[in-house]
């Protein structure tokens, strides 16, 4: 699968912040005053986010972004879609400028959950070889996971469905 959850919301998000002239002060986690973190718990919160490779999930968000304006646009403008190709690409370097303001947000997460000895040993983890193994092959192992959900989930839901029946029948009831 090559679209991942964060880069889901972080498309889901982009639509506003697109539309503001002037980017928005970082917003802390909800119930996490600003002032409560430290510099050392944001600092190895930024390094977790970048090391975990939930930074990567945002850069590939910026792609998609461009291809949901360019769709909006084209079905109703089809005869523009070549000056908003290249009004998209030129723009895409003003967008990843950006990308900053969802590391701090992800890392304000991350250190508003942790203390700083706790976040320094999650990122002492995504820095040591078996941390960097793990970040290279969450990908593949995520979309094995993905795959194999549907099948899964099926039948999963064939079972249940027959317990259900079978239950409400003890009960007296034909569902």
């Known amino acids: 699968m ?3 959850y964060a880069a889901v919301i972080i498309a889901a998000m982009a ?8 980017a928005p002060a970082p917003a802390a986690p909800v119930g996490v005053p600003v002032t409560s973190l430290t510099e050392g718990q944001m600092r190895f919160a930024r390094e977790i986010v970048e090391g975990s490779g939930i930074g990567r999930s945002f850069d590939g968000a910026i792609p998609d972004i461009a291809l ?24 895409l370097p003003e967008i990843r400028s950006r990308r900053g303001e969802i590391i701090e947000r992800a890392a304000r997460a991350f250190a508003a959950q942790f203390t700083e000895a706790e ?4 990122s002492t983890f995504f820095n040591s070889p078996i941390g960097k193994k793990y970040v290279t092959a969450q990908p593949q192992i995520l979309n094995e996971i993905f795959q194999s959900m549907e099948p899964w989930m099926q039948q999963t ?19």
């Open 2 to 4: 090559k679209l991942t």
């Open 15 to 22: 639509g506003p912040a697109l539309a503001q002239t002037a």
């Open 68 to 91: 949901r304006i360019r769709q909006n646009f084209a079905v109703s403008r089809p005869e523009i879609v070549k000056d908003m190709d290249d009004t998209l690409v030129a723009l």
């Open 119 to 122: 976040l320094k040993e999650v």
């Open 157 to 175: 839901s064939e079972f249940f469905l027959s317990r259900f029946r079978e239950e409400m029948r003890k009960k007296g009831h034909t569902v």
